[in-house]
C-alpha cells in the first residue's frame, strides 16, 4: 500500500467514526425533541386547566367583592353614627365643662358677696349693740 492509499483509508475512516458521532448525535437530539414536544403537551394540557380555574376563582374574587362592597355599603351609616355620637358626646363634655367653670366662677363670685354679706351683717349687729347700749343708758 502505498502513502496515498493509507491516507486514504485513514480519512475514509475518519470520516465513517464521524458519520457515526453525528448520526448518535442526531438521534439522540430527536429523542430530546420528542421528549420537549410530550412536554410541551403536557404543559399546554395543564395551562388550559389552570387558566380555567383561575378565571373562575377571578369570576369568585369578582362576586366576594362585590358583596363586601354591598355589605360596606349597610354599614356605613352605623359607623357615621358612631362617629356622629362621639362628636355629640365631645359637645356634652364640653358644655359641661363649661357650665362648671361658670358655676365655679359663680361660686367665687357669691362667696365674695356672702362674704360681704356676713360683714355687713356683722356691721348691723355691732350697731344694733351699740344702739341698744345708748337707748338702755338714755332711758336711765
Same mark, same amino acid.
Given at each position: 500500500?502505498?502513502?496515498?492509499? %493509507?491516507?486514504?483509508?485513514?480519512?475514509?475512516?475518519? !470520516?465513517?467514526?464521524?458519520?457515526?458521532? /453525528?448520526? /448518535?448525535?442526531?438521534?439522540?437530539?430527536?429523542?430530546?425533541?420528542?421528549? /420537549?414536544?410530550?412536554?410541551?403537551?403536557?404543559?399546554?394540557?395543564?395551562?388550559?386547566?389552570?387558566?380555567?380555574?383561575?378565571?373562575?376563582?377571578?369570576? =369568585?374574587?369578582?362576586?366576594?367583592?362585590?358583596?363586601? =362592597?354591598?355589605?360596606?355599603?349597610?354599614?356605613?351609616?352605623? !359607623?357615621?353614627?358612631?362617629?356622629?355620637?362621639?362628636?355629640?358626646?365631645?359637645?356634652?363634655?364640653?358644655?359641661?365643662?363649661?357650665?362648671?367653670?361658670?358655676?365655679?366662677?359663680?361660686?367665687?363670685?357669691?362667696?365674695?358677696?356672702?362674704?360681704?354679706?356676713?360683714?355687713?351683717?356683722?356691721?348691723?349687729?355691732? %350697731?344694733?349693740?351699740? =344702739?341698744?347700749?345708748?337707748?338702755?343708758?338714755?332711758?336711765?
Amino acid at each position: 500500500m502505498t502513502g496515498g492509499q %493509507v491516507a486514504g483509508l485513514i480519512a475514509a475512516i475518519a !470520516f465513517l467514526l464521524l458519520v457515526c458521532f /453525528i448520526g /448518535i448525535f442526531l438521534m439522540r437530539l430527536t429523542k430530546t425533541f420528542g421528549e /420537549i414536544n410530550r412536554s410541551m403537551v403536557v404543559i399546554t394540557s395543564d395551562v388550559d386547566v389552570l387558566s380555567k380555574q383561575v378565571e373562575d376563582i377571578m369570576g =369568585n374574587a369578582n362576586e366576594l367583592l362585590d358583596d363586601v =362592597n354591598h355589605k360596606v355599603a349597610t354599614i356605613d351609616p352605623v !359607623f357615621k353614627a358612631a362617629g356622629d355620637l362621639g362628636e355629640s358626646v365631645s359637645d356634652l363634655n364640653q358644655a359641661t365643662r363649661d357650665l362648671t367653670q361658670r358655676v365655679t366662677n359663680s361660686g367665687q363670685r357669691a362667696g365674695r358677696f356672702g362674704s360681704l354679706a356676713r360683714t355687713a351683717t356683722s356691721v348691723y349687729h355691732m %350697731v344694733s349693740k351699740h =344702739n341698744a347700749k345708748r337707748t338702755d343708758t338714755n332711758e336711765s
